[in-house]
């Protein structure tokens, strides 16, 4: 009998529809494997009816699991306890953070490393959540030969809009005055707007239907997830921000405009499936890991009537007809999939600024970097990322090459016995253009218990980078 592959992920309903496309992939690359999900059953239970073929089990049923041995584990969760049951496990191979004899928690896989090293760390990230569930144990040809289908388009008459009030924090999404304006807005224009919600959402879905003088279909509270995704085949769109339902409606073929504010990143963590839009405000801190400042302001950025505008354009399919447009104030982006097959953001508007920007081209080198430094590919991406991005900004080369100057004499220093514990704000020392390495360091050296093999090992991966740069 084939030994199965085990997935544990014990996160919110979101972090479930975005394992999908690695239990596709499981299945395409280890035919005949079953594929076994632990997961929270108030999500899969609902969710199973789209799910990719998976048997699934409530972490309460674990217990199950001790005498199985699994051909892989892959443990998508952060949670102390995911850690504890991968350690417990028998498997051939496991990726992800798992719990040792010695009572330690350590990360098994580069890709799964890579992805822990981004917390409070993770301006020039250009990989999706999506993608790095599964760079460690899928290749990535499979990848990238997958075909995703774009939104399902709907006729022009009766066309039908979803507002997805809610979010997990408060800053993700917002308020009632800003969906009842646009609500108005939308139904203006001669769609029918329909607001949806969780039970937590019923009263900020009652406030939203008062304030907009009861011009939408409030339906919170009345549809659970496997009833929400079958209305969703009814909606030419849905406008939503970075939230479970999101990803339900685009892993079910709907269109989405996401309203990306607050500390959320749609490089990691927006709509995967391409032909979706992402709208967010033209800040430098955009796309944080937690907001620092004294309120979220990129907020403000979301006029009612400018969204409802883009939203009245994509429930018609007229994408086209937004090429030549513009938000000041916000960037309308839309998902598709680089040369390579992985996630990428792509501005909707022509010869947007956006695309050449420091940040951008940043971003773009160190998705390269990191490709090759980790074994995904060869290294003429990244030089040409390089080139493109000295290129555009000359005086870039000389402070990435003072800053990999410092990092090399504290790696020496440390490999010649000098330092071999460095606080934990040793990644947060450098310049922000080069932490991308320095916060995968830290978790690497870390990882191995700063012993002097893993130093020169960080030596080693320096010298490779600075290769990239021609320095």
Known sequence: MNKPILILQMQRMGDLILSFPLMLWLERTYPGRPVWVVAEPMFYRELVRVSPAAFYLPWTETGRLAGESFHLILNLSHRPEAAALAGSLKADEIFGPIAGADGATRIRGRWQLYRASLVSNNRYNHFHWADLNALDAIPLARMAETVWPPPQRMGRELLKVGLFLGASQEDKRPDAAFWAALTRELTRRGLTV??????????????????????????????????????????????????????????????????????????????????????????????????????????????????????????????????????????????????????????????????????????????????????????????????????????????????????????????????????????????????????????????DDFRPAAWREGLALLERLLALTGD
Not at 203 to 221: D, I
Not at 397 to 414: D, M, P, Q, T, Y
């Open 194 to 447: 329909v607001l949806l919600g969780g039970p937590a959402e019923k009263e900020l879905g009652g406030e939203v239907e008062r304030l907009s003088g009861k011009v939408a279909v409030n339906s919170c509270g009345r549809l659970g997830l496997a009833e929400l995704a079958l209305f969703g085949q009814n909606l030419a769109l849905c406008v939503t921000p970075d939230t479970g339902p999101m990803h339900l409606f685009s892993w079910t073929g709907r269109g989405a405009l996401n309203l990306s504010m607050g500390p959320v990143n749609p490089w990691e963590t927006g709509p995967y499936q391409p032909g979706r839009h992402v709208l967010r405000a033209r800040m430098s801190c955009r796309g944080c890991w937690s907001c620092t400042r004294a309120r979220t302001f990129c907020k403000d950025r979301f006029d009612p009537a400018r969204v409802g505008y883009l939203a009245w354009r994509l429930a018609r399919g007229e994408e086209a007809r937004l090429r030549n447009a513009s938000t000041p104030g916000l960037d309308l982006l839309v998902t598709g999939r680089n040369a390579r097959g992985l996630f990428d953001l792509r501005s909707a508007y022509q010869n947007d600024s956006e695309l050449v920007s420091a940040r951008r081209l940043t971003g773009e080198f160190w998705a390269e970097a990191f490709g090759n430094l980790l074994g995904l590919h060869e290294d003429a991406g990244a030089r040409l990322a390089w080139q493109r991005l000295v290129r555009e900004y000359p005086t870039f080369s000389l402070a990435f090459s003072r800053s990999a100057l410092k990092l090399g004499r504290e790696i020496k220093n440390a490999v010649r016995g000098r330092s071999l514990l460095p606080d934990e704000g040793f990644w947060a020392r450098f310049a922000p253009h080069l932490r991308p390495l320095t916060g995968y360091l830290h978790m690497y050296l870390q990882n």
